[in-house]
């Protein structure tokens, strides 16, 4: 079956850092792959996503790069703010599982940016 | 403004008891979803529907309900033969249930506690 790995967190990181989530995934066929993430007490935003290979995915200075033959989805930030303090959830949908199409989710990885 | 409401945000409810959680959206999608999200823990799908008048059991469906008798409200009832109901519950849209280009909004969410 489908399924998503990502890092266990948390991550805590000084503001300005350098951020990246490691995410790699299993599927069947030739999944889309998206980044959600979740601010505190709230429900989920769509981040980024990617539907084919070397697809990169970019928003509010967030990127991630579809990697077919490694299987991975890594979310990379230049420059971290105090609010990207979040949960970020790495998923994938994939179309060759026919019929509805689930999404699969990572466990999340808790993200913690300091001053 | 279009989006999803959820209520209430906290419930509180006694061993042995029903409860319905509220889902609406006014952003004319067909189908809606129901997630319930655990600590450390990813989303893990409940109830999904597609179309009004129709719904199919996701992965965790044993001890919950729903309906869907109109397109924009899709409740959810947690029955007392679910056996760990404490957990937060996110709904969700999207325009179709072709999730591998669809994006899903999701709502502010519920959470639940038991007594």
């Known amino acids: 079956g489908n399924s998503v790995t990502q890092m266990e967190g948390p991550v805590t990181l000084s503001e300005e850092a350098f951020l990246t989530i490691n995410c790699t995934y299993t599927?069947?066929?030739?999944?889309?792959l998206f980044w959600y993430v979740q601010y505190p007490g709230e429900g989920l935003q769509l981040l980024l996503k990617?539907?084919?290979?070397?697809d990169k995915g970019s928003n509010k200075g967030f990127e991630a790069t579809y990697r077919k033959e490694t299987t991975s989805f890594h979310l990379e930030k230049g420059s971290v703010q105090v609010s990207d303090s979040a949960v970020y959830f790495c998923?994938?949908?994939?179309?060759?599982?026919?019929?509805?199409?689930?999404?699969?989710f990572g466990t999340g990885t808790k993200l913690q940016v300091i001053p | 403004d279009g989006g999803i409401t959820q209520s209430p945000k906290y419930l509180f409810r006694k061993e042995g008891q029903n409860v319905t959680l509220s889902c609406e959206q006014n952003?004319?999608?067909?189908?809606m979803y129901w997630y319930r999200q655990d600590p450390g823990q990813g989303l893990r799908l409940i109830y999904y529907?597609?179309?009004?008048?129709?719904?199919q059991k996701g992965d965790i469906a044993e001890g919950y309900s729903v309906s869907r008798e109109k397109k924009e409200s899709f409740p959810l009832t947690v029955t007392s033969a679910q056996k760990n109901p404490t957990a937060f519950y996110l709904c969700?849209?999207?325009?179709?249930?072709?999730?591998?280009?669809?994006?899903?909004?999701f709502g502010p969410g519920t959470r639940l506690t038991v007594l």
């Open positions: 969700a849209s999207s325009i179709s249930g072709q999730l591998s280009t669809d994006t899903q909004y």
């Open positions: 599927a069947t066929g030739y999944p889309s």
């Open positions: 990617a539907t084919k290979a070397d």
């Open positions: 998923a994938l949908s994939d179309p060759a599982s026919g019929g509805y199409q689930k999404v699969t």
């Open positions: 952003l004319n999608h067909d189908a």
């Open positions: 529907s597609q179309i009004v008048n129709d719904f």
